[in-house]
């Protein structure tokens, strides 16, 4: 089935089927970028690193590396229209570059079966925060209570590795049910229905009486805070959220149909991104200062002030656990994203079902997963670099993995690749065009390769 002596590329076929329409593709790539990075950990990592001037650099990242990033990768998917490894190997070959660059493909599987290997393990917990709510365990508790709730779960290992094999193995049967089918029917609803609830718990922080607090923590900046690592951290939030830098992205270009605008599609993708972020800070910081939390408390600072928020709340018990499940599905249809490039691999290399590959793939990150399960409880004391087993592997694929493709996704698209070739994906050579060019080419390798080297030496692996 795969033509091996493709030529243009509109005359190549993905092996997987292809979205049904551009809303579809929308859809998914939103599900893919809005999930645990959003409402989880782009919270408490703005909280580690100070705030305001943390958040202001993050979103300099979005715009100026995020975007050409996620064109690049997108693009480089759609003419390539196979997984990451394939794509970058064959468009090596054929841009007159080398079929090494089929590492960058490599770098990438594997990124996404890390990032799985823990964003599974935060994601049970959220599942579990499901049952929590709707037990009504939250209903009028201290911030004390909620936060002893939290540690004892997670301390649990056998209770937390129970719901991380029952998030898997969904992830593993949506997968397996292909593109059409599996992908698309996940996310139509969850991303509106997320932001709609988000919307109401605002209205609660802004009476919580720290609203002011929580947005001056946010938006002021103070940047003598700033240290090379939290810019480091940053730019690594900005390819995490985005699921960037690690072939999600291209692999699901790799389903674009031909005529649709990747430039479009990438703007509405990276507004509604950052959007549901920015949500987040504000109502999970008023939160914070409303209780005399700590922002800088870490994972579980989510998992504190939401259900403080929704235990003092008339009809808590409904909207936590509406908020949960909703949560839920949104960690999900990220959790697909990051296991699509390896399935997808492992599909096309060793013509293997995709039922056969997504088990595969799903075991092997399972069993990786352990990790991070034992962070929170029996190796909690096991420090090394950044911190435990999950912070570590948080580190080296959000700040370096990723960043690292990403450098490697532009400089392919806008060196590598002729001029007609991205021109003939990016809609003509119009202003957008060059705006795209000018940011993959210079701007955004750049900038990631100075965060890079400014950070060697001064990487602070405290993780603070
Ligand atoms: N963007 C997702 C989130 O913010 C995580 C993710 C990263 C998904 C990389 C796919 C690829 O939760």
New binding site residues.
């Given amino acids: 089935m795969l033509n091996e002596e493709a030529g243009a590329s509109s005359q190549r076929k993905s092996l997987h089927g292809n979205w049904t329409s551009r809303l579809a593709f929308i859809l998914a790539v939103t599900g893919?970028?809005?999930?645990?990075?959003?409402i989880?950990?782009f919270p408490y990592i703005a909280g580690q690193n100070g705030g305001g001037a943390f958040v202001i650099v993050y979103l300099f990242c979005v715009v100026l590396i995020g975007m050409p990033v996620m064109m690049s990768e997108i693009l480089i998917g759609r003419r390539g229209r196979r997984n990451p490894i394939a794509t970058m190997k064959l468009l090596g070959e054929e841009e007159g570059g080398s079929g090494h660059w089929q590492l960058v493909g490599g770098m990438g599987v594997l990124?996404?079966v890390l990032?799985l290997s823990y964003?599974g393990v935060i994601a049970a917990w959220v599942v579990a925060y499901v049952q929590k709510s709707f037990s009504g365990v939250f209903a009028g508790a201290s911030a004390g209570e909620v936060q002893a709730i939290f540690d004892s779960f997670t301390g649990d290992w056998i209770a937390v590795t129970g719901v991380f094999t029952l998030f898997m193995a969904t992830t593993v049967w949506v997968v397996a049910r292909g593109v059409e089918r599996g992908l698309e029917a996940a996310v139509r609803f969850m991303v509106p229905a997320l932001l709609l609830l988000l919307l109401a718990l605002l209205g609660y922080s802004i009476n919580s009486g720290s609203f002011g607090a929580g947005v001056a923590f946010m938006f002021t900046p103070d940047f003598s805070a700033l240290t090379w690592n939290s810019i480091l951290v940053a730019m690594g939030q900005a390819?995490?959220?985005?699921?960037?830098?690690?072939g999600?992205?291209m692999a699901y270009g790799a389903y674009l149909p031909q005529e649709t605008s990747i430039t479009s599609a990438t703007s509405a993708v990276v507004v509604a991104?950052t959007g549901i972020a920015i949500l987040a800070g504000m109502v999970i910081f008023p939160l914070v200062f409303a209780n005399g939390l700590d922002p800088a408390s870490g994972p579980g600072l989510v998992f504190v002030t939401l259900p403080l928020a929704f235990g003092q709340m008339t009809g808590g018990v409904v909207f936590s656990s509406i908020f949960f499940v909703l949560l839920a599905f949104?960690?999900w249809t990220?959790?697909i994203?990051?296991m699509e490039p390896a399935v997808a691999w492992v599909v096309e290399k060793f013509h293997e079902s995709r039922a056969r590959a997504a088990i595969l793939v799903g075991g092997i990150t399972w069993i990786l997963g352990f990790g991070t399960v034992f962070s929170f409880n029996l190796l909690a004391d096991v420090k090394f670099l950044s911190g435990t087993i999950f912070s570590n592997v948080d580190y080296i694929t959000s700040n370096i993995m990723?960043p690292l493709g990403g450098l490697l996704i532009t400089v392919f698209a806008g060196w590598v690749m002729c001029r007609n070739s991205t021109a003939e994906e990016l809609g003509g050579a119009g202003a957008s065009y060059r705006a795209w060019r000018l940011l993959a080419r210079f701007i955004a390798p750049i900038a990631i390769l100075f965060v890079f080297l400014s950070a060697i030496g001064v990487i602070d692996l405290t993780g603070k």
Wanted: glycine share 12%; hydrophobic share 60%.
């Fill in positions: 893919s970028a809005v999930g645990l990075g959003n989880w950990k990124a996404g990032i964003y390819f995490f959220t985005l699921s960037i830098g690690m999600a992205v991104d949104a960690a990220s959790a994203a990051l990723l």
